[in-house]
């Protein structure tokens, strides 16, 4: 499999898993059908959206290609039509947002890579890609965003982006390093999540501890 294919499998993968998190999140606020279509698809694409017109990849692909709108769908369809099994995941939103947030990450460094960007550039890109959408989610269902909590996030992402990017400047097996980077990441996130591993915090003494997500 080419980068570019690899590429744009990782990219559609991320945008149904991130789909199914702002879907799910969605519902669990009560909102209509519209509603979740725009909060599942912001989720999806909206970090990449972020990415291309940086990069100038013009129209961005998530407004370009409608194969990106139709994974969102079928995320919201599958979320409302199995919610109920849904539900049974230990919270959905995070599992689904943690699939996302790895493979997006690499996807994004991948595409700027591909594109010319330097190593800098694309590690930047990539955690943008990762953690736009979940951003954009948390602001129009008017939550704090997670990346300017204290939880480990926006920091696995950055780790995925380090290894497929030093991978790559190091002309390591590019075969392998998507993979590896992925794992890393997911690992990171659901090991912080378990053992409640945090960046430290600066709040006083008697601020109030944030919210857990959803």
Excluded at 16 to 37: C, E, H, P, T
Excluded at 49 to 64: E, F, K, N, Q
Excluded at 128 to 138: L, S
Excluded at 156 to 173: C, K, P, Q, R
Aim: glycine share 10%; proline share 4%; with cysteine.
């Amino acid at each position: 499999m080419n980068g570019h294919t690899l590429f744009f499998v990782l990219d559609l993968t991320g945008t149904f898993a991130f789909a199914i998190s702002g879907a799910v999140a969605a519902k669990q606020r009560n909102l209509d059908l519209f509603g979740i279509v725009v909060i599942a698809y912001s989720v999806a694409c909206g970090g990449g959206i972020v990415r291309d017109l940086c990069i100038g990849a013009i129209p961005p692909a998530g407004l370009a290609n409608w194969r990106y709108l139709v994974a969102a769908l079928v995320a919201v369809l599958v979320t409302l039509g199995a919610y109920s099994q849904v539900q049974r995941l230990n919270q959905p939103v995070l599992l689904f947002d943690t699939i996302g947030l790895g493979l997006f990450a690499v996807s994004g460094a991948q595409k700027a890579l591909l594109h010319g960007c330097n190593a800098e550039v694309a590690i930047l890109l990539g955690t943008t890609t990762a953690v736009g959408g979940g951003v954009i989610r948390d602001v129009l269902l008017t939550r704090v965003p997670v990346i300017l909590q204290r939880e480990i996030y926006a920091s696995a992402a950055l780790a995925a982006a380090v290894i497929v990017v030093g991978a790559d400047a190091l002309n390591w097996g590019t075969d392998w390093s998507p993979w590896v980077a992925m794992a890393v990441c997911f690992g990171l996130r659901y090991l912080s999540l378990h053992y409640h591993w945090n960046l430290p915090t600066y709040a006083g003494a008697n601020a109030k501890k944030p919210p857990p997500a959803d």
